[in-house]
């Protein structure tokens, strides 16, 4: 008569303890996969409304039979270019935020973004000292001032705004990843110490340049849409070399990286 022994087929706690790590292995390899296809991901949708825009843009000069949109006589009141063209955007004030950046720094009194936080503004029907406000903005992305329509006409900054019709508008920056709600880019603009909130962005949200567009929101790199309408992932240091404005002489520089 045979001895029939029977075999536990659970896991011994050595083998229970390889296969754990074996997943705790594979999980550390992929994380930083997955982690960097969401990123790709919202690179991609940040990049899709900005065409958007683009598109709004020209929908709006077809509509208004103009060549540009109008710039503010006082920034204290309006975002006057932003509310121009939200009519042709649906839902305007959710299409200007970056999936990378869609909520303001709650504890600054100051309404600039940065590169994981949007800006915020108010708006105005009425002026101060009796302060009527009309609406709040949240937005991510940043306008570039000199393609507006010159307001007034003749001041100091005049030669500056793209004159219409203008050639190479390929290379001329409409909208992009910013930390204002409106910029007037020069050369001279230096490169920004911190990419993930740059100093020199102005007070209240005034005084926008090529620093505030120079963000580490997407891998050293961020979105614009072009006066022709098109979009670019555009890397940082080749911010300095686009046509910001009818004056604005080229420039290579380095951007360190973090």
């Not at 200007?96 to 503004?121: F, I, M, N, T």
């Not at 005084?207 to 890397?235: K, Q, W």
Request: with cysteine; hydrophobic share 40%.
């Amino acid at each position: 008569m045979r001895c029939v022994i029977k075999r536990n087929a659970a896991f011994s706690l050595v083998e229970l303890l390889v296969v754990l790590g074996i997943v705790a292995l594979l999980i550390a390899i992929l994380m930083p996969a997955i982690a960097t296809a969401r990123k790709m991901a919202r690179s991609s949708a940040c990049m899709a409304t900005l065409q958007q825009w683009g598109q709004a843009y020209q929908m709006y000069l077809g509509s208004n039979r103009v060549a540009a949109v109008p710039d503010f006589n006082d920034y204290n009141v309006g975002m006057q270019c932003w509310e121009s063209l939200s009519p042709y955007m649906g839902d305007s004030q959710r299409s200007l935020l970056c999936p990378e950046a869609q909520q303001p720094r709650e504890s600054s009194h100051h309404p600039d973004g940065a590169a994981g936080y949007a800006w915020r503004k108010h708006t105005y029907d009425k002026a101060g000292p009796n302060w009527v406000e009309r609406g709040t903005w949240l937005g991510s992305y940043e306008f570039n001032r000199w393609v507006c329509d010159l307001r007034p006409p003749g001041n100091a900054e005049a030669p500056h705004y793209i004159q219409y019709p203008t050639s190479a508008p390929e290379r001329i920056p409409l909208i992009g990843d910013g930390c204002d709600p409106f910029s007037l880019c020069f050369a001279s603009d230096p490169v920004p110490r911190n990419l993930q909130d740059p100093e020199g962005s102005g007070e209240e949200g005034i005084g926008g340049s090529i620093s505030t567009y120079c963000i580490d929101r997407h891998r050293m790199a961020v979105n614009i849409v072009f006066l022709d309408g098109h979009a670019e992932h555009v890397p940082l240091s080749d911010l300095w070399t686009l046509k910001w404005s009818a004056t604005f002489v080229p420039r290579k520089v380095v951007v360190p990286a973090p």
